[in-house]
């Protein structure tokens, strides 16, 4: 121990002596001797045996009947330290809520101290403080009502806060001023932990930002920065206001006891800069506000003191983010220039960071202090090391990639916190796939970062690399010789010692060698399998990988029956259960070359491989299991529904995780062995496939990223001798070659090492003077990287379909409008197409067209969809009920059978209802608008959205004028594509009262999977047909409706059809055949049985999810029943 | 701000406040591999630094350690001044203070903190106005604990910078 803690700890005695005088010491004795005991001992040990003593008196005395108030503060205060050494002891815990609740004001204090300090949001015993919160706030002693609100801004439970708000609120306006800027931090706590609870009370907020006294203000700005953090949009009128306060601070007002160190305010400074900074981003006007203010800012802040630096930092981060101004700018930039050449580290560390946040905007800053970065790179402060490299990140480009990496690379070798590496290496492989000037460059670049990363290594790190490799470019050739590189940096890898390598880097290896290796002729095949196979005999390597290797061996076993046969036998007495499956599959293929070619076709196009998600080759086994009396598959939702219908108590914390795992329900099927390895890797490797996925047709992507590779070594390949490793990056890039071979003859030599670093300067800093500043920032303009990457398929599509969805009028969809109309031509030609017509009552007009349309239905049923123009009929009719309103739906539509007319919303001028009615292909949301006022109202124009089905509206879905009194309809078709069990839509109508004066009138409804059910017309053949071809299937006993004396199996299937519009196809017996589909897409079947008192009913459909949704309308229409 | 802790030069602790809600044993966690950081970093260094997604900031008074984690958007400077404000206030309230006040009154040091931070916010900068909310509360103990008066220190709020 030191010699001034012994020092101490003589002088204790003395002290004590001095103490125990007074009577407070005495209360707080016992901690005193406790200290005094633990300082004393010498051993870890000792101090366990201590304190186990110690927290058994302090159990017994709290739990004594006797211990009186005072006894049990001071019990508190020993509870405390002993927490903060590290020992539980929250047996006292309910104790500190007692002394808060029951306790003098002293005893009280202590009491919440321990509160805030032992409970963490969220501990139940919160919930007792509460009272004693309620309480102490409607207390006239202002220091209870002080502690309190100190208590409740730092623990409370989340959902008592509607309890204590109400008071909180009150205490806004408080005579106190410390009471007041309690409140509003109480507030600012609650809107952290439930924003939506406190959203009532922003104008609260104003009155606190204009209290008279600046520390309420001060503490309301901690409320105003996160909610502009959250919208700067909402506040730009405050604009003025923040500007305002900033200047009277930077002016001098304020009272003398709100400086520090001479200067005003700095933490109210700093956080308006903040504020405005939010608020000027991206906006010349509000900008233009606070130039002057800035500029004053940045003028005052002269004096050389740590808290000037912290105001001119923020507000150079403030110039560098609003709108710039070329004055401003410039006079910034020279602070940073302030900033970095200071020979205060804590000083050069900001204005590295503010350069790496600057170089963004302007990359010539860092031109200018090359030097001084240069200087940092090698610094002997860790922290100020690495900002560095982030700011070298920043301007990386074509040009000084090599160098910077290898810098980056340089530094994590060195480095062993887990955190760094993670995040630098994977800035460098981003780096090296934007700007690698060469195949072996970054191969050996990609090795480094695998076997740096070690095994925290991000996932998709390796993920992304051999997707680069084996999507490729459009150039066949130079894929071909960079998947070659690799191939043959790995063989030289796995031919030295690879027991240390991380294991992703293993994987990557093997996948690359199972799957390119072929391309290098002059390497044995009969090598890479014994390389391989060498790797399955280390410990080192987890079973993970050694999927992954096998799953590369089955690819290049072609050909070498004998070593394979071997392997495989080995393997087959192996403990790990999916390395034996493995194993047979492996024996299975190589004794059969024309199930290997099918199901490994070498040089296959990426993305040509489909799989079966249904996993309908598993019907067989399914079946036979299910006649064996297996219990069927059901997902989780349904088992959480019959829990909650057994229990009648909705357990919704404890919810189920189900547990599926595909490996183990695949072992057996004998005839889909391919698939077999398919998904027992899928569960090995957790790959991103979704089993919800929709279509059968899932692109394999996942699979082949399976069998993956890993990292290599770095002080190892340098050594090492296969040809296309040894010429690494020395050979790269003309400038990093010359500052290599510059610093290898100088380094002795300190004379030239000034030279040797304008040398690193001019190969770091390449590129960013001459080009224009934009240039640097990589992102955008960089040149075109080198290694493209393909749209992943499944992105794309989703983007695309994503967009148009969202444009209603793209080409696409318009196209097939076009198609459709010419389709049904006949009927579509009478409605007014876009206009908004105002037909005074055209209906009757239209009736004939009607029945046509009716029977073209079995038509409209084969196509997949048809556009319903939303036009807009205005009827000068008053509104009067809403039943009145189908009166005025378009002839078109008119005999469709359609849902009650329900009112959406209203407000003064306008009322909203709609109406749902079913066409075959689409469900039609009609829209009516009544106008309630006497006066037109003019540009009213509706929206609506609704993120899961499709809607198809017309632009301009707009009328110009409403005359008073009158109603406009409007109607959109909605598609879906996808069950759900219930979705919402939300939408607005803008209007306009008065010119320039625009209302919105938000609206919102909720529709079912129900609406968007069709009865689907088949024959008692047909559907057994289709029965045999579905592949998803649900089975479920539903409750069977015995009332009415009729057959129950008639009642129960005729109250579904009613409230399912489902298609009864044939009652034999005790079984009924029911038919449905999703609008004119996938269809439903359902076949049930009746079984005791039950209904059995079996659901199959082409759509995974489908059938859950059907069955869980059909127990919501039979519970209802 | 997300924590601060006191340590001394031997990592012991010496106070700790937390305003994210963490389990003790990633508090415990934390609080030892951060002390052993700081502690092995040598007095020139900068007074932040990278740990995990968060930064800390730290200064050293005497033998005691001042550390504060704070995100990374927030002002490293500001952190600083805000641990020098509270040695202040702690030097104001024991005058000239020591790591023993500290030890044998810690519920003193936490009440001045939360009279100077609250939830992770600056509530109250002006010395005085700490102080005067601090003695309220105080005038009600009967005797102020008179203790520890050691200078054997030097000043402890002294800078060392």
Redesign the interface.
């Known amino acids: 121990?030191?010699d001034?803690?012994e020092?101490?700890l003589s002088?204790l005695p003395g002290?004590f002596d001095?103490?125990t005088q007074?009577?407070?010491?005495k209360i707080?004795s016992g901690?005193?001797q406790l200290?005094r005991s633990i300082t004393e001992l010498t051993s870890k040990h000792e101090e366990e045996k201590l304190m186990k003593q110690e927290l058994s008196a302090m159990k017994e005395q709290v739990s004594s009947p006797n211990t009186s108030m005072k006894q049990m503060r001071e019990v508190m205060?020993r509870a405390?330290?002993c927490e903060?050494?590290?020992y539980?002891a929250s047996f006292t815990y309910i104790h500190a809520i007692k002394l808060a609740q029951q306790g003098s004001?002293?005893e009280k204090?202590?009491g919440y101290?321990a509160v805030?300090?032992f409970l963490?949001?969220?501990h139940e015993l919160l919930l007792l403080l509460v009272n004693t919160v309620l309480k102490d706030l409607q207390s006239t002693n202002l220091?209870e009502v002080?502690m309190a609100l100190?208590v409740v801004?730092?623990v409370f439970p989340k959902d008592m806060i509607p309890a204590v708000l109400p008071l909180v609120e009150d205490k806004l306006s408080h005579p106190k001023e410390?009471i007041r800027?309690?409140a509003v931090?109480a507030l600012?706590?609650f809107y952290?932990i439930a924003p939506n609870q406190v959203q009532h009370i922003h104008a609260k907020f104003r009155k606190a930002l204009c209290d008279k006294d600046p520390?309420v203000m001060?503490?309301s700005l901690?409320i105003y920065l996160q909610l502009i953090r959250e919208s700067p949009d909402g506040y730009k009128d405050l604009t003025g206001s923040f500007v305002a306060i900033m200047k009277q601070v930077v002016g001098g007002k304020l009272p003398m006891?709100?400086y520090?160190h001479n200067v005003p305010?700095?933490?109210?400074q700093?956080q308006l800069l903040r504020i405005l900074s939010l608020l000027g981003r991206e906006d010349q006007s509000t900008s233009e506000q606070m130039y002057e203010v800035l500029d004053e800012s940045l003028r005052r802040a002269e004096m050389n003191h740590?808290?000037t630096?912290?105001i001119l930092?923020?507000c150079v981060k403030a110039i560098y983010t609003i709108h710039p101004k070329a004055e401003l700018l410039e006079k910034a930039a020279r602070c940073i220039g302030n900033f970095v050449l200071s020979p205060?580290?804590?000083l050069?560390?900001?204005g590295l960071k503010a350069l790496t946040y600057v170089v963004q905007h302007d990359a010539k800053l860092a031109l200018q202090h090359q030097m001084t970065i240069i200087e940092c790179l090698d610094h002997?402060?860790?922290?100020?090391k690495?900002?560095t490299l982030e700011l070298l990140f920043r301007i990386t480009n074509a040009q000084n990639v090599t160098v910077i990496v290898e810098k980056m690379l340089d530094f994590l070798r060195g480095c062993g916190d887990e955190?760094?590496v993670i995040h630098l290496v994977g800035k460098v492989a981003e780096l090296a796939e934007k700007f690698a000037p060469d195949n072996s460059w970054f191969i050996q670049t990609m090795s480094d970062v695998f076997s740096i990363g070690g095994d925290s290594l991000q996932q998709d790190v390796p993920n992304n690399f051999l997707r680069l490799l084996a999507e490729g470019s459009e150039c066949k050739e130079e894929d071909d010789e960079l998947r070659l590189f690799a191939v043959d940096s790995y063989l030289t890898v796995l031919k030295g010692d690879a027991s240390h390598l991380p294991q992703h880097f293993l994987q990557v290896m093997s996948w690359v060698l199972g799957e390119y290796s072929h391309l290098q002729e002059c390497v044995d095949q009969r090598e890479v399998i014994r390389l391989l196979a060498k790797l399955l005999d280390q410990r080192s390597v987890s079973s993970e990988t050694r999927v992954w290797i096998l799953s590369a061996l089955t690819k290049i076993s072609e050909g070498q029956t004998d070593l394979i046969l071997e392997l495989a036998e080995s393997l087959s007495s192996s403990q790990d259960t999916v390395l034996r499956q493995q194993a047979q599959e492996l024996r299975h293929l190589s004794r059969d070359s024309q199930l290997q070619e099918c199901v490994l076709p070498r040089g296959a196009p990426w993305d040509s491989m489909e799989v079966d998600s249904s996993l309908s080759f598993l019907d067989g086994f399914v079946s036979e299991a299910l006649a064996a009396g297996a219990a069927p598959y059901k997902p989780p939702h349904q088992r959480q529904e019959e829990l909650s219908e057994e229990r009648a108590l909705n357990l919704e914390p404890y919810s189920f995780s189900l547990p599926v795992s595909l490996s183990s329900c695949s072992i057996t099927d004998r005839q889909s062995p391919p698939l077999l390895s398919v998904s027992s890797g899928l569960s090995g490797n957790s790959t991103e496939l979704s089993q919800k996925e929709g279509s059968s047709t899932l692109i394999l992507e996942g699979v082949r990223r399976v069998w993956g590779k890993d990292g290599y070594l770095p002080q190892k390949e340098t050594a090492a001798t296969a040809p296309p490793v040894d010429e690494p990056s020395i050979a790269v890039h003309p400038s990093g070659q010359q500052e290599v071979a510059e610093r290898i003859e100088t380094q002795p030599e300190p004379s030239t090492r000034n030279q040797d670093k304008q040398q690193l300067a001019s190969s770091l800093f390449v590129g960013l003077g001459t080009q224009s500043s934009i240039s640097l920032l990589g992102k955008s303009e960089a040149p075109p990287p080198r290694f493209r990457k393909k749209p992943r398929p499944h992105e794309s599509s989703s983007s695309s379909s994503g967009t148009s969805e969202r444009s209603s009028d793209s080409s696409s969809r318009s196209s097939r409008t076009t198609t459709d109309s010419f389709l049904y031509g006949s009927l579509l030609e009478e409605e007014p197409v876009t206009s908004t017509s105002t037909t005074t009552n055209g209906l009757s007009q239209n009736k004939h067209t009607e029945g046509d349309r009716r029977a073209n239905t079995s038509q409209i049923l084969g196509s997949d969809m048809v556009i319903v123009r939303p036009n807009t009929i205005q009827d000068r009719h008053p509104p009067s009920a809403s039943s009145d309103l189908t009166a005025l739906l378009p002839s078109e539509i008119k005999d469709l059978p359609h849902s009650d007319v329900i009112s959406l919303t209203s407000d003064p001028s306008l009322s909203l209802a709609s109406c749902r009615m079913f066409r075959d292909e689409a469900l039609l949301l009609v829209i009516f608008i009544c106008n309630c006022t006497d006066t037109v109202i003019k540009d009213v124009a509706v929206q609506l959205t609704c993120e899961e089905l499709e809607t198809a509206s017309l632009r301009g879905n707009v009328v110009d004028c409403l005359e008073g009194k009158s109603t406009s309809v409007c109607h959109y078709a909605l598609l879906m594509d996808e069950p759900h069990t219930n979705v919402s839509f939300t939408g607005t109508v803008s209007y306009q009262t008065q010119p320039g004066h625009t209302n919105t009138l938000p609206f919102s409804g909720t529709l079912s999977t129900v609406d968007f059910i069709r009865p689907l017309v088949v024959t008692t053949e047909e559907y057994g047909k289709l029965w045999l071809s579905l592949s998803h299937d649900v089975k479920q006993n539903l409750k069977l409706l015995t009332d009415a004396g009729g057959d129950p199996l008639k009642t129960t299937l005729n109250a579904l059809k009613d409230a399912l519009q489902l298609h009864v196809v044939d009652i034999i017996g005790s079984e009924g055949i029911v038919a449905c589909r999703l609008l004119s897409g996938a269809p439903c079947l359902l076949h049930c049985r009746v079984n005791g008192s039950a209904l059995a009913m079996w659901l199959r459909s082409p759509h995974p999810s489908l059938p859950d949704c059907i069955l869980y309308h059909c127990q919501r229409a039979l519970a209802e029943h | 701000m997300q924590f601060m802790l006191l340590f001394s030069?031997?990592g012991k602790?010496?106070?700790?406040?937390?305003?994210v809600?963490?389990?003790?044993k990633e508090k415990?966690k934390i609080t030892r591999e951060l002390v052993q950081t700081v502690l092995a970093r040598?007095p020139?260094?900068?007074?932040?630094?990278?740990?995990?997604?968060l930064k800390i900031v730290y200064k050293r008074y005497a033998?005691l350690y001042f550390c504060c984690a704070i995100e990374d958007q927030d002002?490293?400077?500001?952190t600083?001044?805000i641990i020098h404000?509270y040695v202040e206030l702690l030097d104001k309230y024991f005058g000239s203070v020591c790591?023993?006040d500290i030890?044998?009154n810690?519920?003193k040091a936490?009440?001045i903190l939360?009279e100077f931070l609250?939830?992770g916010?600056?509530?109250?900068?002006?010395?005085?106005?700490v102080l005067k909310?601090i003695e309220?509360?105080d005038l009600?103990?009967?005797?102020?604990?008179?203790?520890?008066r050691?200078k054997?220190?030097g000043n402890f709020a002294e800078r060392d910078?």
């Not at chain 1, 305010?265 to 109210?268: F, G, I, K, N």
């Not at chain 1, 002997?380 to 100020?384: A, G, N, R």
């Not at chain 2, 916010?121 to 106005?129: L, R």
């Not at chain 2, 009600?140 to 520890?148: A, M, P």
């Open positions: 121990m030191s001034v803690v020092k101490t002088a002290l001095n103490v007074t009577g407070a010491a707080t901690l005193k200290i205060v405390m330290y903060m050494l590290g539980d004001v002293l204090r202590v101290l805030s300090l963490t949001e969220g220091i002080c100190t801004a730092q410390i800027r309690k931090l600012y706590k952290l520390g001060t503490s901690h006891d709100f520090y305010a700095p933490w109210l700093i740590n808290i630096y912290a930092y923020e205060k580290i804590n050069k560390y900001l002997s402060d860790f922290t100020i690495r900002e955190h760094t | 030069r031997q602790l010496r106070l700790q406040k937390w305003y809600p963490l389990s003790d415990k040598k020139k260094m900068c007074s932040f630094l990278e740990w995990r997604d033998s002002n490293e400077l500001i600083l001044e404000r790591e023993l030890i044998f810690f519920e936490y009440f939360d609250l939830g916010e600056a509530q109250e900068t002006s010395k005085k106005n909310a309220q509360a009600l103990q009967e005797v102020r604990v008179e203790c520890c050691s054997r220190f910078s």
